[in-house]
């Protein structure tokens, strides 16, 4: 007992007697006529009298108060007790589903089903049950019944959604993945399965990214930087071929509003400077281009630029990627576009300086590529007239080409293949139509079996002819081995993905690819 209980129970007592002794102080008569009869009581006793006649109504009213509860207490205390065995039986067979043993948990989900009728848990037990036991069609009936439960809808869809996903219903399941998320807008799985899959089937997802953002799932720079890549996406689908009656207007305002979002992204640009080209707006396709070059230089951009202008002389293409050297005059990819320009131009010391720069660059780096070292072959063979002498420098950097990196590529960092998408956006997607990936794609060297890439030699010129006009060397697609040349290197092991160089022919070394175009 505290020390205040104690405390108040001294203080009752004192009341008591304090009462006591206020009425015995105080004496006096009751007197009561009623029907003739006449009670005379003194005041202590009438109290006494009065307050046992009120316990005696006290418990008569709770004797009748019982009587009339029974039936409902004693059904009260039958379905208090149903629902202790049936969460017993529940906790049990989630611990059966937990340990796998699928028998046992259909069994005591019978049983917790017969107890506590429909409840959510109950429906959740019988539908994991039936999915150990293989049973999908089962599993996605209590599933449904699930999800008409207002208490339990989510609980429902996900595992909906889940069962479409397994058997291949992409669209079942992206409806009830939006359907979720309506209903709980703050489902993180609902709204990273709704925007996968609204990407994936060409779908506006704006209203999932933002739900992604909410939910934490990515930061507000990261939404920002998807919803630039969503906008490039639909700005690449009015370049391809196969579209009819394209909106250009409305590919330019998804470009520009993607290049707003994210000004680095570089398959906006590019995407936004070919609609432009197709809509012979040439001067602002070369006034985009240059003013990220001081920033943000890429190949595929030079590639752009070179090929705004299909029918100028080689000369006159070279004083045109000056305003490149302008910009941002020490960078590795302004030496690639001047030397593969001036090589195509015939410009040879210009060629050499830009090249040496640009072989310098890449050995500080992560060592030579495929294209360059072609390209200094191509220099050899047409800088030096006396075939004599070319012989030796061309084989030389097609001995280095056989070793080099290949050229970067717009490559998948989930599953490892390259782009698809046309080289009107450089082969650069928004989703991977391998592995489903949503901006995967980043500009890196692919893996390749390096025995996969056959290197020739350019043929030598006979002594009374006079010597060749200067070409550049044709890169990417395999070559056939020649009868009498450089033998093919030892096969190394397979690190790739199937068919992975056949797709790469049209995207290894864009810069030289087009050098070649000028050429």
């Known amino acids: 007992m505290t020390l205040g209980r104690t405390v108040w129970f001294f203080v009752k007592i004192a009341i008591v007697v304090a009462a006591a002794v206020w009425l015995a102080d105080r004496p006096g008569h009751v007197s009561i ?17 009065l307050v046992v006649f009120i316990l005696v109504l006290y418990l008569l009213w709770r004797l009748w108060h019982i009587v009339t509860h029974a039936p409902t207490g004693f059904a009260l205390f039958r379905r208090n007790r149903r629902q202790a065995k049936g969460f017993k039986a529940l906790t049990r067979g989630l611990v059966a589903v937990a340990a796998g043993d699928a028998a046992e948990a259909k069994r005591l989900s019978r049983t917790a089903h017969g107890l506590l009728d429909h409840s959510p848990l109950t429906l959740l037990l019988a539908a994991q049950a039936a999915q ?15 999800s008409k439960n207002p208490e339990a809808a989510l609980l429902g869809l996900r595992g909906l959604t889940t069962a479409a996903l397994k058997r291949g219903d992409e669209t079942a399941a992206l409806t009830h993945a939006e359907a979720a998320l309506q209903s709980h807008p703050h489902a993180d799985w609902a709204a990273e399965t709704a925007h996968r899959l609204q990407v994936k089937h060409g779908k506006p997802a704006e209203e999932s990214l933002k739900a992604l953002v909410r939910a934490g799932v990515m930061t507000a720079k990261e939404g920002q930087h998807r919803r630039a890549v969503l906008l490039a996406e639909r700005a690449r689908l009015h370049l391809l071929p196969e579209t009819t009656d394209a909106d250009h207007d409305a590919g330019l305002r998804s470009a520009r509003e993607a290049l707003k979002l994210d000004s680095a992204l570089v398959p906006a640009r590019l995407i936004l400077a070919n609609l432009l080209l197709r809509m012979s707006k040439k001067r602002e396709a070369l006034k985009l281009i240059e003013q990220d070059w001081d920033s943000n230089p890429h190949p595929l951009l ?11 002389r080689p000369a006159e293409r070279m004083k045109r990627l000056e ?10 990819e302004t030496h690639r576009a001047l030397g593969m320009a001036a090589l195509a131009a015939g410009l040879w010391g210009d060629a050499r300086r830009h090249l040496e720069k640009l072989v310098a660059a890449e050995r500080a780096g992560d060592g030579l590529s495929y294209g360059t070292c072609r390209a200094m ?3 050899e063979e047409g800088e030096r007239p006396d075939p004599r002498n070319t012989q030796a420098a061309v084989r030389q950097w097609l001995d280095a080409a056989a ?3 290949p ?7 989930v599953c490892g293949h390259p782009g698809e998408a046309g080289p009107a956006s450089g082969h650069w997607q928004a989703v991977c139509p391998h592995c489903s990936g949503i901006d995967s794609f980043r500009w890196q060297r692919p893996v390749l079996p390096s025995a996969n890439i056959l290197l020739v030699p350019a043929p030598a010129a006979a002594p009374a002819e006079p010597a060749p006009e200067p070409t550049l060397p044709e890169v990417a697609a395999p070559l056939p081995a020649p009868e009498a040349s450089i033998p093919a290197q030892k096969s190394a092991p397979e690190t790739a993905p199937a068919g992975l160089e056949k797709r790469l022919e049209t995207q290894l070394a864009p810069s030289v690819d087009a050098a070649r175009l000028i050429n």
């Open 33 to 49: 006529e009623w029907l003739g009869y006449n009670i005379d009581l003194a005041v202590g006793t009438a109290l006494a009298l």
């Open 377 to 379: 072959a191509a220099l």
């Open 403 to 405: 070793e080099a990196q």
């Open 407 to 413: 050229d970067p590529a717009w490559i998948c960092s």
């Open 302 to 312: 030079a590639r752009a630029y070179i090929e705004a202008e299909p029918g100028e």
């Open 132 to 146: 150990m036991e293989g049973d999908e069609h089962a599993a996605a009936r209590y599933f449904e019944a699930l």
């Open 323 to 332: 305003r490149l050297q302008r910009q941002n005059p020490n960078h590795v």
